[in-house]
């Protein structure tokens, strides 16, 4: 597991925390796990979408066959970047989202 801050210049704006699993689920091999979060006063900025994209570009690039998010039901801005990012929810208990390379 690795955890970083998140800086726009010197300036901190968010968290990113990611781990690798060998399964998700079986169909979803080699998956990159992601937990981001976004300052209150920097959110509608799209530094959520930035930093997870980017993140998971360099995965795929790295090995990673499959991304995923865990994000909370009450939620509407983390499902609308998992939206915008192509995610699919697998998993509306825990609430999993998982975006497959292309």
Known sequence: ???FIVY???????????SS??????QYPNTISLIC?????HRRKEYGTKI???TMDY?????AVSASLCISPWNE???????KLDFHEVNN????YVKVKS
């Open 8 to 18: 726009n210049q010197d300036i901190p704006v968010g968290y990113l925390q990611t």
């Open 21 to 26: 699993r060998v399964a998700i689920y079986k």
């Open 52 to 54: 997870v994209k980017e």
């Open 93 to 96: 208990r825990d609430h999993i």
């Open 59 to 63: 995965a795929f690039n790295n090995g």
């Open 1 to 3: 597991m690795s955890q």
């Open 77 to 83: 801005r983390g499902k609308k970047i998992a939206n």
């Open 37 to 41: 979060a976004v300052l209150p006063e």
